[in-house]
């Protein structure tokens, strides 16, 4: 079946450092890729999809690029900030239904310092 | 917009009571979704509904879970009888668009 797979955390990093989280995937078909991320104390939030092959999703500074011959969708960014602080998760939608159903990953930490 | 409406936001109950999660999808949304997440066991999906039907009840960890979606706007998810380990946050999340879901802030259950 479907699945994604993510860099284990906690990913600690210095402000204004480069961030790379991976995550790899397994599918049938053609999913939809999706980052979502995790403040403390609340609900997910997209932070951005891809919809095909070689398609770059970005937001707020980071973005990930679907790449179908290596099955990943790893998310970058420049220049990291404290407020960056959370817990990313990618995901992968569902291609055995047609309700939107969405497959997590585990989740990885990101901790800015100062 | 108002996003997804979760209540209450947190709740505190003894062994053995019933405990009632509510939400609210965003309107013209046709997907639900509940999950759980705690440290142990990361985010789970327990169970979805697409035009107010269940359709993936798989992720209900026993039969003290039960989940229904009367209508479009309002959906439940009940405990009967609640025991310790049922303490996490439940999430429940939306979508209309494929795939996209939108998720409610979250209620943090602790269970004594």
């Known amino acids: 079946g479907n699945s994604v797979t993510q860099m284990e955390g906690p990913v600690t990093l210095s402000e204004e450092a480069f961030l790379t989280i991976n995550c790899t995937y397994t599918a049938t078909g053609y999913p939809s890729l999706f980052w979502y991320v995790q403040y403390p104390g609340e609900g997910l939030q997209l932070l951005l999809k891809?919809?095909?092959?070689?398609d770059k999703g970005s937001n707020k500074g980071f973005e990930a690029t679907y790449r179908k011959e290596t099955t990943s969708f790893h998310l970058e960014k420049g220049s990291v900030q404290v407020s960056d602080s959370a817990v990313y998760f990618c995901a992968l939608s569902d291609g055995s239904s047609n309700t939107g159903k969405l497959i997590f990953g585990q989740g990885t930490t990101l901790q800015v310092k100062p | 917009d108002a996003g997804v409406i979760q209540s209450p936001r947190h709740e505190v109950t003894e062994m053995g009571q019933e405990v009632t999660l509510r939400c609210k999808p965003i309107s013209g949304h046709n997907s639900l979704f509940w999950y759980r997440q705690t440290m142990m066991r990361g985010l789970e999906l327990l169970i979805y509904?697409?035009?107010?039907?269940?359709?993936?009840d798989s992720g209900m960890p026993e039969d003290r879970f039960s989940a229904k979606m009367p209508n479009a706007s309002f959906s439940t998810l009940k405990i009967q009888p609640s025991e310790p380990r049922d303490s996490a946050v439940y999430f429940c999340a939306s979508s209309r668009l494929l795939w996209e879901q939108y998720f409610g802030p979250g209620t943090r259950l602790t269970v004594t």
């Open positions: 891809a919809t095909k092959a070689d």
């Open positions: 509904f697409n035009n107010n039907v269940p359709i993936d």
